[in-house]
């Protein structure tokens, strides 16, 4: 099922939302998000639904394994077999056949490639419960002993199909009690109204554009047309899965859940480090927090490390070699910003660090589109480049950015803080704050209300996320 769906915005969650809100105790209303959020997986992958069950049945055992055994041998053995499972399972369904096919290309052989559909979300919730049982065996957080809450945690339709990766200890008090007041509802609802309009009015517009100029023989593409379509694709994805992240951390503010944000505005970082700091939060500090500092060969090693995190990075996103590397090609940029140090860094201009870091950012965008092959990724740099002999520009390119033009200019504004920041501001003028909190609502609504109307005749159009 998807977020940006008319069943889902005006079927499905209002019944939830009335099923829910029709009792008062927690344990109850816990018991309705589990059967919707069973039912929401099973209508967008009702053949491996039992894998999520099964998935939190082995899990909540192997939490109150690890607790019960707190630093002794078995408590390890858990651990490890929790890790094993569920990343062996991961690594099963989602690469298996590109293993295969290049087992087969490196050394001549004619292997069967198997055909798999790996389950929908499940990088998100292998990360999710992986980040459990690490937490519990550091003690960061005590095994969850109800084994019902333990399966809301790991089902919860919100997050279960394209993340944010939440992690247990940001939820757990949210589990057991929680309350919603009218500040959650209008926050949810708003962040729910503006994810979906950066879904259907922004993201899904600009994929139009992508498809016309990167979707057909990129040799055969203008240079400017080539970065034009690279520049697009990078806001597609961002306000496609921004848009899923904001419908998501809304959906479950509602239901009185707080979870942190998972984008912050990355086009205004001033360099690549930064930026991922502001991007798919969530992944990031996974791999910084869980990874980063793994051993390997018995010692930390800093670069070693680093590779580690970035390779892992880009293999997540996909069973092909331009997501490998897409991730160790930003883990060597933010290598150099380490080995330049963050001193020297900030004494760079700021007009030159902004210009380089979209640069490096706009192509790492195209390396992330091209899932085609090697040979997609290299016509895509030969043209940006100016070498594939088309010549600068056409016609196509020049009807396009005009009749795109506000298109491609509310995309562009909607990447600065329009409506965070002024309220910032405002905070200590409260006559000032309601006028700004009326405009957000009213905004909100106005935006809800267009995206509606967009989607009555729409393509069905998932989101991008969906696919990782």
């Given at each position: 099922m998807i977020f940006s769906r008319l069943f889902f915005i005006y079927l499905f969650f209002p019944i939830c939302f009335l099923c829910y809100f029709a009792t008062k105790k927690t344990s109850y209303r816990n018991a309705v998000l589990i059967v919707f959020s069973l039912l929401f997986y099973a209508c967008g992958e009702p053949t491996y639904l039992w894998l999520v069950i099964a998935?939190?049945?082995?899990?909540?055992?192997?939490?109150?394994?690890?607790?019960?055994?707190?630093?002794?041998?078995?408590?390890?053995?858990?651990?490890?077999?929790?890790?094993?499972?569920?990343?062996?399972?991961?690594?099963?369904?989602?690469?298996?056949?590109?293993?295969?096919?290049?087992?087969?290309?490196?050394?001549?052989?004619?292997?069967t490639v198997p055909s798999l559909d790996f389950p929908l979300g499940i990088s998100f919730f292998t990360f999710r419960v992986v980040s459990y049982l690490i937490d519990c065996a550091w003690r960061k957080i005590s095994a969850e002993r109800n084994f019902f809450t333990f399966l809301l945690y790991e089902s919860f339709f919100p997050i279960t199909v394209s993340g944010p990766i939440v992690r247990y200890e940001t939820m757990q008090n949210d589990l057991h009690e929680r309350t919603v007041n009218a500040g959650d509802l209008s926050e949810g609802f708003t962040q729910i109204a503006i994810g979906l309009g950066k879904k259907v009015i922004l993201a899904d517009n600009l994929g139009?554009?992508?498809?016309?100029?990167?979707?057909?023989?990129?040799?055969?593409?203008?240079?400017?047309?080539?970065?034009?379509?690279?520049?697009?694709?990078?806001?597609?994805?961002?306000?496609?899965?921004?848009?899923?992240?904001?419908?998501?951390?809304?959906?479950?503010?509602?239901?009185?859940?707080?979870?942190?944000?998972?984008?912050?505005?990355?086009?205004?970082?001033?360099?690549?480090?930064?930026?991922?700091?502001?991007?798919?939060?969530?992944?990031?500090?996974f791999f910084r927090d869980y990874l980063l500092y793994v051993p390997i060969f018995g010692k930390r090693r800093k670069y070693g490390g680093l590779f580690l995190v970035w390779f892992c990075t880009g293999l997540w996103h996909g069973a092909s070699w331009n997501y490998i590397i897409w991730g160790l090609y930003y883990g060597l940029f933010i290598l150099i910003e380490m080995c330049i140090g963050k001193k020297r860094m900030k004494k760079i201009p700021a007009v030159v660090r902004h210009i380089f870091n979209k640069l490096i950012i706009v192509?790492?965008?195209?390396?992330?589109?091209?899932?085609?092959?090697?040979?997609?990724?290299?016509?895509?740099?030969?043209?940006?480049?100016?070498?594939?002999?088309?010549?600068?520009?056409?016609?196509?390119?020049?009807?396009?950015?005009?009749?795109?033009?506000?298109?491609?200019?509310?995309?562009?504004?909607?990447?600065?803080?329009?409506?965070?920041?002024?309220?910032?501001?405002?905070?200590?003028?409260?006559v000032a704050n309601l006028t700004l909190s009326i405009f957000s609502t009213v905004l909100a609504a106005a935006v809800f209300l267009i995206s509606s109307v967009l989607l009555?005749?729409?393509?069905?159009?998932?989101?991008?996320?969906?696919n990782f």
């Open positions: 998935s939190a049945v082995l899990n909540y055992f192997l939490g109150r394994g690890i607790s019960a055994f707190q630093d002794r041998v078995p408590a390890k053995l858990f651990l490890a077999l929790g890790l094993i499972i569920n990343l062996g399972v991961l690594v099963g369904f989602k690469y298996t056949a590109f293993a295969v096919e290049n087992i087969n290309s490196w050394f001549d052989l004619s292997l139009t554009i992508v498809d016309q100029f990167l979707g057909n023989s990129l040799s055969n593409q203008t240079t400017l047309g080539i970065w034009y379509g690279v520049i697009v694709y990078a806001m597609q994805i961002y306000f496609d899965f921004a848009g899923y992240s904001d419908m998501a951390i809304g959906i479950a503010r509602i239901f009185g859940f707080h979870l942190e944000e998972n984008f912050c505005y990355p086009f205004l970082c001033k360099d690549i480090t930064e930026f991922w700091q502001r991007w798919h939060i969530s992944l990031g500090t192509i790492g965008f195209g390396i992330f589109y091209c899932s085609d092959g090697i040979s997609q990724l290299g016509e895509l740099l030969w043209g940006l480049l100016g070498q594939n002999g088309i010549g600068w520009t056409d016609a196509l390119l020049e009807s396009s950015v005009r009749n795109n033009l506000f298109l491609l200019l509310a995309s562009v504004l909607c990447c600065f803080p329009l409506l965070s920041l002024p309220k910032k501001l405002m905070q200590k003028n409260s009555v005749d729409a393509t069905n159009t998932p989101f991008l996320y969906t």
